[in-house]
């Protein structure tokens, strides 16, 4: 059973230390879980809700998410549909090395949109978010949920996103 916990000084340590594979190291660049976290609290604080979480399977810490509520304001986004609109985007979303392969990802990515279909920050139409464009794996679990690429490329990473629909179902293994 996959389920969401908040970061606690209970359990910070092992978030920290949750890790991707070597060769994956340079799909997330710089995007440390810690500095995740601390984005959340510099966020939260400007009033823009995020939502760090870590990844439980069974009592078992296997990941870490972070999404945040905002509005899609940038410049490169001006001709895309959820330009000026409230949007869920995805930030971060990591499975620790010792745990991939073993169907996680897929079901934790499926119960964070069902989460976020719940809407708890706020009303929006859409959610997106970026990958390393030669993140195969990412690309390929993100399509599976309907994620459609935008054309949108910002360094190494490619923009995606999806129309929420209130339809996501609990993904089962």
Known sequence: MIEFRNIT????????????????????????????????????????PAAPLAIYANDRMVGFLMYIYDTTDHESFQNEVNYGKKTYFIWHFMIDKRYQGEGYGKLAFGKMLMDIETMSHGEAEYVDLFYHKRNVRAKELYASFGFVETGIIQEHSVHALKKLDKKITEVTE
């Open 9 to 48: 000084e209970d359990n910070i340590e092992e978030v920290i230390a949750l890790e991707v594979e070597e060769n994956q190291k340079e799909f997330i660049l710089d995007t440390t879980n810690l500095r995740c976290f601390a984005n959340a609290h510099m966020l939260n604080k400007e009033g823009i």
